[in-house]
């Protein structure tokens, strides 16, 4: 679109002809990766997003959320309960992705998540340095409780 070149190891594709709406459909299904404020791997096909929480930071999200995006577009209703076999074949989709992309290699979000999201590492220290450390231990004392004794630094 600017002109530049890109290099050959970006995975992406071209969003211009989606953009020139030359296309309707652009992908058939998205996955994306997060471990910065949580750890977390998303899978979004047709009307479906699934949503795999590995770590959840600060916020208290489900382990697994299946959502309807067209009826629930802020994803306020977790309908995993209702639509399992919808669940299950995203799951395994996800995976088998995920397991195409990393071979033999470590998964990057779920060993960040066992060292710990850096996230937490900056909020504790803003705690330190505005005098709210108590707030931290309150804090680190639920994640224990959830993850273990790794999860956070006290």
Do not use: H
């Not at 992908?27 to 929480?53: C, F, G, H, P």
Request: with cysteine.
């Amino acid at each position: 679109m600017v002109g530049l070149k890109i290099p050959q190891n970006i995975d992406g594709k071209s969003m211009l002809p989606l953009i020139n709406k030359d296309v309707d459909e652009f992908r058939k299904r998205v996955y994306s990766n997060t471990a910065m404020w949580t750890a977390q791997r998303t899978i979004i096909e047709d009307k479906w997003k699934l949503v795999e929480t590995i770590d959840s930071g600060f916020w208290d999200y489900p382990d697994i959320g299946l959502y309807n995006l067209e009826k629930d577009p802020f994803e306020e209703n977790n309908v995993l309960k209702d639509e399992k076999e919808i669940a299950i074949n995203l799951y395994n989709k996800m995976y088998r992705w995920v397991n195409s992309q990393l071979g033999l290699k470590m998964d990057p979000i779920r060993y960040t998540a066992w060292k710990g999201i850096p996230s937490l590492e900056w909020v504790r220290r803003n705690c330190i340095r505005k005098n709210v450390y108590g707030e931290w231990i309150k804090f680190a004392e639920k994640r224990i409780k959830k993850y273990g004794k790794t999860s956070v630094k006290i």
